[in-house]
């Protein structure tokens, strides 16, 4: 992928698009288009006007995209600090919560000032989990520089950190009040980091979007280049995830269509004890989801060929789509059905899974017996 | 004050009284009388039927009430664990935070399962925390023992813990899904903390209900005693503060009301290192709601009778009433002063206080100049 673009001052405005979140009171925009990172100050001033603001960063995104966010709010006249942790997911830590939270307190930010959080999907898990509990609710503002962070994370005010117990067991609900997605930012992102990204996109085009799927399909190469189709994933991905939590904002029923992949997902991450150099998490998604759209087709739910049409999807743009193209040594049914097992999807006995009738047809099914789904796997393992 | 009454299994049901939180969705009741800790396992499984509990309590209440409560929960069917954690105000940190924490998930709690806070406002803000943040919020029903808890700590879902650089900076709004409040558990109190948490009711009808004002000036010592009083003056509290909160939930305007007494009082702690040797909270807020009437009896806003008043009734149950009254070396001006400007209701030079027309007239001042709150303050202090 191609370096940043340098901002110059002369350059026409790049178009932007706009997402609304419709959740009342709570309700914000996400703003999304390259160089976007140049006009945050603009863009936080004109909406919340004479805020002071803390920036949470990890190491990596802080060397850079920090000094560019910087100038814009300097632009804008936004006071700002700057609050550094170390990248990867061990920082979502109640240890690194307690520094983050020591040093917003400790720069005197009030509950109408903002906390901006530039990064990945771990750092607005942290930040967000910070603003919402400093002075019991701050402002927050979410600018993700990873594309599973701009079509996902920071989307539906899920905050949190882990526990040695668990994921993302500790957290809050807490909106941001607007999120500023640089698309451009995109590029100085690994491949790998890319792809697990998108796998994200598939998936929410997968729940309910036949048509954002068929439109994936055709423009899935502009979309890895960058450019307005890249834009455009992005912006749809926010649509259809906004859509899902307006209508279920505390995860209390419909927001489960979400985890589509995940529950197989989680089981492969935990497999290989969470080591990225095996599978990240967007390639744990991408296979998880294939595997719910075979279970489906082998209980009859939908055809083979929309099974089909899904694998080859995901396998076009180089994402993994079998459990055998794990590398390292072979993973194994029981420590599959353990993984799953212990997910918080599960109720006495018969498992919740996300299954499908078809491409964007997917719906809760809470009565799996277990039997079927180790049955399922044992067949999948030497696919 | 007596020791605990035994339950017996035909005693007579005590009366209980009931006020509902009117908070829409998140509205809730709080039910009051002696001897109601041995139905709490009724009273919880009605509303909250099959759920699993943590209690979270401290050494000191664990070994005066714990066992008659798991008894009652046992009786119902409730199953549950038990969280101890040290007494006092240090236990309101990120350490003892992470810790309960760690037992609420490795107790495989649910979110619709519940904590259980068991103690005073120490245990009722940490317990509720962290009832907020496991899973992103479960239930939370409060049992306080303490007068204080019971009648301002335990209504309005405002949860927390201290930062090192201020108290309760860090936190959650999580209303309780129930209050349980035993009056007869405050009978192992000491008369020290129970006159502290009386000053809080006196606070309240001071702030807009000056019938409940002359209630309590008529019946101070039954309340004192125990009986039927004491539950009365319990239940009108809450109903008065929750009426407050009903009105503001999250602190964005007239919920300061409920500062009375409290900015003069959060200066007198700080003076004294937060010594509870020499003033514990409930006596600064005697003081300090003291000096909110003689200040706006000196600024000409009330009746100087008004102040003597509000003075005599502290005074006759005990309170202090004057900074001179306060043990140890004498307080001087320059320290009560940076201790109002660290306060949190302080804004660009001028500061908040709450001020009052008359008995139960009390009101927000946002442009109080500092100058004039030294001099009173120098007056005040060889009084
Ligand atoms: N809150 C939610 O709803 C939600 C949803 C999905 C995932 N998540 C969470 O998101 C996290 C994963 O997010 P992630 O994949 O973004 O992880 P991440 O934040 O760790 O980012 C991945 C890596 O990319 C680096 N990076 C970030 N932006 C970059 C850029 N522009 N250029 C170069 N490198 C960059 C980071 O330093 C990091 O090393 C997980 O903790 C997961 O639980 C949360
Ligand atoms: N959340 C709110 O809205 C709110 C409002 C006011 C105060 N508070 C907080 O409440 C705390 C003060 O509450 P508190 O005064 O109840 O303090 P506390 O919880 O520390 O209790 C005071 C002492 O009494 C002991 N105790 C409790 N119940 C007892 C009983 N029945 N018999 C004998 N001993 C008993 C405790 O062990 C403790 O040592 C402060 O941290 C304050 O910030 C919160
Ligand atoms: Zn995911
Ligand atoms: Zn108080």
Chains 1, 2 share one sequence.
């Not at 920082?91 to 307690?98: D, N, P, R």
């Not at 990873?146 to 989307?155: E, I, R």
């Not at 998108?198 to 450019?227: C, H, Q, S, V």
Request: glycine share 10%.
């Amino acid at each position: 992928m191609s370096s940043v673009p340098a901002a110059t001052a002369d350059a026409p405005a790049a178009p932007r698009s706009h997402v609304r979140v419709e959740l009342g009171a709570r309700g914000y925009d996400i703003v999304i288009g390259p160089g976007l990172i140049d006009a945050a100050g603009e863009e936080i001033a004109r909406r919340l006007p004479g805020v002071r603001a803390a920036i949470v960063t990890d190491t990596t995104v802080a060397g850079l995209h920090y000094e560019r966010l910087s100038i814009a709010l300097r632009a804008a006249g936004i006071d700002h600090v700057q609050i550094v942790v170390p990248p990867g997911e061990t920082t979502k830590s109640f240890a690194q919560l307690t520094d983050v939270v020591d040093q917003i307190i400790g720069a005197r930010l009030e509950r109408g000032d903002v906390v901006i959080a530039l990064g990945g999907g771990v750092i607005g898990d942290l930040a967000g989990f910070a603003s919402a509990i400093v002075r019991r609710g701050m402002g927050f503002v979410q600018m993700p520089t990873t594309l599973l962070a701009q079509v996902d994370s920071s989307v539906g005010g899920k905050t949190g950190i882990n526990s040695p117990r668990g994921k993302n067991l500790i957290g809050a609900f807490h909106q941001p009040a607007l999120v500023l997605s640089d698309t451009a930012l995109l590029d100085t992102l690994s491949p790998r980091e890319f792809a697990a990204g998108y796998a994200e996109i598939a998936k929410m085009a997968l729940i309910d979007r036949p048509d954002f799927f068929a439109w994936l399909d055709a423009n899935r190469e502009a979309i890895f280049t960058g450019g307005p189709e890249r834009v455009e994933s992005v912006r749809q991905s926010c649509i259809a995830k906004a859509a899902v939590v307006a209508a279920d904002e505390r995860e209390e029923g419909s927001r489960a269509l979400l985890n589509l992949g995940h529950t197989f997902g989680h089981a492969l991450e935990a497999a290989v004890g969470y080591d990225a150099k095996r599978l990240v998490h967007g390639e744990g998604v991408a296979i998880g989801t294939v595997l719910a759209h075979r279970f489906s087709a082998k209980l009859g739910l939908c055809l083979p060929a929309d099974a089909e049409r899904c694998e080859a999807h995901f396998a076009a743009v180089g994402l993994p789509t079998r459990i055998s193209e794990i590398p390292g040594a072979p993973l194994d049914v029981a420590t599959l059905m353990a993984g799953i097992g212990q997910d918080k999807k599960v109720r006495r006995g018969s498992l919740t899974f996300i299954l499908t009738r078809g491409i964007g047809q997917a719906f809760i099914a809470s009565d799996v017996a277990p039997a079927g789904v180790e049955a399922f796997l044992t067949e999948e393992l030497t696919r």
